[in-house]
């Protein structure tokens, strides 16, 4: 059976396993976590430098959003120049900085700090999230058939 | 209007959608004003980056406690707005910031 890293969205949790688990068991946050992929996981859990660890496609970054965005309260924006564009930064950003941080914010340069800027954020505690029904960078919105 | 290049500073991010919004409008209040940004990339040059995280504290308010693209800053009177702004929004704080100084 093909196991898989995930990353909680919240409280950035590593598990190593066939599916992700419904509650966080560090941070007990519901249906946060996220595919991940060996260089995040490694990074995050400080076994992998920047530079090494093998990382998701621009293509299967795509496949990732999706597959976490099913069956919750918010969807991948239907812009898909904007998604397209998200995901091209996310992906140059794990690659040159080694971890996948949000393009449209700059991080600090302290690793604890910055790892809330991590693709997804935990977007739901942001004021755009409760304003405007996006996160920051407008790569999900909330649903609007619920 | 006298143009200051070094007075206003458009912080942006390459793979910033809400940046690739606001580009044209910097440009149309250029040529309607005649004020100037300097334009700092921060994803692809580490110097730029430098620079807006040592306005942290500034920006930071100004973004809801990070260090947000695009972000506006007027370095005399050390005052940032951030986000994606309407034009006629961006226009008021630039000439506001300009008169002020």
Same mark, same amino acid.
């Given at each position: 059976?093909?196991?898989?890293?995930?990353?909680?969205?919240?409280?950035?949790? /590593?598990?190593?396993?066939?599916?992700?688990?419904?509650?966080?068991?560090?941070?007990?946050?519901?249906?946060?976590?996220?595919?991940?992929?060996? %260089?995040?996981?490694?990074? /995050? +859990?400080?076994?992998?430098? %920047?530079?090494?660890?093998?990382?998701?496609?621009?293509?299967?970054?795509?496949?990732?959003?999706?597959?976490?965005?099913? +069956? +919750?309260?918010?969807?991948?924006?239907?812009?898909?120049?904007?998604?397209?564009?998200?995901?091209?930064?996310?992906?140059?950003?794990? %690659?040159?900085?080694?971890?996948?941080?949000?393009?449209?914010?700059?991080?600090?340069?302290?690793?604890?700090?910055?790892?809330?800027?991590?693709?997804?954020?935990?977007?739901?505690?942001q004021k755009t999230?409760?304003?405007k029904?996006?996160?920051w960078?407008?790569?999900?919105? %909330?649903?609007?058939?619920? | 209007?006298?143009?200051?290049? *070094?007075?206003?500073?458009?912080?942006?991010?390459?793979?910033?959608?809400?940046?690739?919004?606001?580009?044209?409008?910097?440009?149309?209040?250029?040529?309607?004003?005649? !004020?100037?940004?300097?334009?700092?990339?921060?994803?692809?040059?580490?110097?730029?980056?430098?620079?807006?995280?040592?306005?942290?504290? !500034?920006?930071? *308010?100004?973004?809801?406690?990070?260090?947000?693209?695009?972000?506006?800053?007027? *370095?005399?009177?050390?005052?940032?707005?951030?986000?994606?702004?309407?034009?006629? !929004?961006?226009?008021?704080?630039?000439?506001?910031?300009?008169?002020?100084?």
């Amino acid at each position: 059976m093909r196991k898989y890293y995930f990353r909680c969205t919240v409280c950035n949790d /590593i598990h190593f396993g066939v599916s992700p688990p419904m509650v966080c068991p560090t941070c007990g946050a519901t249906r946060a976590y996220v595919r991940s992929d060996e %260089k995040e996981a490694g990074v /995050i +859990q400080g076994f992998m430098a %920047k530079d090494e660890g093998k990382t998701f496609t621009a293509s299967e970054m795509s496949e990732v959003f999706e597959e976490f965005a099913n +069956q +919750q309260e918010f969807v991948l924006n239907p812009d898909t120049e904007r998604v397209n564009l998200l995901i091209e930064g996310v992906v140059e950003n794990e %690659k040159r900085h080694g971890l996948k941080y949000c393009p449209c914010r700059m991080t600090m340069g302290k690793f604890e700090e910055d790892l809330a800027l991590v693709c997804p954020c935990n977007f739901r505690v942001q004021k755009t999230w409760e304003e405007k029904g996006e996160c920051w960078c407008g790569l999900f919105v %909330k649903r609007r058939d619920l | 209007m006298m143009a200051d290049k *070094s007075r206003l500073i458009m912080f942006w991010g390459r793979e910033c959608p809400h940046c690739r919004i606001m580009m044209p409008l910097v440009e149309r209040l250029e040529r309607e004003e005649g !004020v100037k940004f300097q334009r700092l990339e921060v994803w692809h040059n580490e110097e730029n980056a430098k620079k807006m995280r040592a306005l942290a504290n !500034v920006i930071k *308010s100004a973004c809801g406690g990070f260090l947000g693209t695009p972000t506006f800053y007027d *370095s005399q009177g050390d005052e940032a707005i951030c986000g994606e702004q309407q034009y006629e !929004v961006l226009r008021e704080w630039a000439l506001a910031a300009l008169k002020m100084g």
